[in-house]
């Protein structure tokens, strides 16, 4: 049995599918499905059942798998030492952000980086579900909270703060001023129900429970595009807010939500040079973030 087999195995424990198994690893499905295959074969069992609606775990495949994660455990454990005994500068960093981060603060900014750290070969992944450090979804992630368990090195940045924005022609032709305390005939923009609870969602639920719903999305981006075309109002951070002179604060950030940013990274990997590098290029975003917002 090799590693590789382990691996293709709890892709699709995890996913119950092969093509998301397959994105996962950067693999085809077909070849995650013979892989699987071929691990039964040598096993002498039955690892899933197969079914329209994808792979569930049998018993068996229950069983291998709790003893398949310490093994993977053990790997990754290796990885990360060696990893961390790396002096050089150089090489491939994955850093997890979400996308408003990634966008407008980090993105703008990479030039310097690059010229500070030519050898290092920066990759950022945007999502709003917490990356696994232990499985090496990425070396390094943004979080808005900090996490209480965990073998990590944690590092704040600084603090986010989120204001409400419309755009000015929408302001204008809904007769709306700063410091704004009705909602109740405003179209707003807001997060779907899965993410509900991000970035401000329930401050609108709180303070805004009759307004009309012009668009849900889960993307900053989108709400600040649909923000900007005058669809409605929205909760954006300030860095964003602030650097778009269409928009107006109607609600500042003491009113809707400041949160701490975090730079998290697994313990053994902390003394990497080019995870430090890039850990030192974020942290130093950190006065980027804070600032009352433009009315």
Request: glycine share 8%; proline share 3%; net charge neutral.
């Amino acid at each position: 049995m090799e590693w590789d087999d382990i691996k293709h195995f709890l892709a699709v424990a995890r996913s119950g599918s092969l093509t998301d198994a397959a994105r996962e690893l950067k693999s085809s499905a077909a070849t995650v499905g013979r892989r699987v295959a071929e691990l039964e074969s040598k096993l002498g069992a039955r690892l899933f059942d197969r079914s329209q609606a994808g792979y569930s775990l049998t018993e068996c495949g229950e069983a291998i798998r709790l003893k398949a994660e310490d093994i993977e455990e053990a790997v990754l454990a290796i990885e990360r030492e060696a990893g961390g005994r790396d002096r050089s500068a150089t090489g491939r960093v994955r850093l997890a952000a979400t996308e408003d981060m990634a966008t407008y603060l980090i993105a703008p900014r990479l030039p310097d980086f690059r010229r500070d750290c030519p050898g290092i070969s920066l990759e950022i992944v945007t999502r709003l579900d917490l990356a696994n450090l232990t499985r090496r979804d990425a070396d390094i992630a943004l979080r808005g909270a900090r996490p209480q368990h965990g073998d990590y090195v944690v590092r704040r940045v600084g603090r986010v703060d989120f204001a409400v924005y419309a755009s000015k022609a929408y302001a204008q032709a809904h007769g709306l001023v700063p410091d704004l305390e009705d909602f109740s005939q405003i179209e707003v923009i807001t997060w779907t129900e899965e993410w509900a609870h991000l970035r401000g969602g329930a401050w609108f639920a709180n303070h805004a429970p009759k307004a009309p719903i012009a668009l849900a999305a889960n993307s900053t981006r989108l709400h600040h595009a649909a923000c900007r075309a005058g669809v409605g109002v929205t909760i954006l951070p300030c860095f964003a807010g602030e650097a778009d002179c269409e928009l107006i604060c109607l609600v500042p950030p003491e009113r809707v939500l400041s949160i701490d940013l975090w730079l998290v990274v697994h313990r053994d990997l902390s003394r990497t040079a080019r995870v430090r590098a890039v850990m030192d290029f974020v942290a130093g975003l950190g006065s980027l973030l804070t600032g009352k917002a433009r009315s």
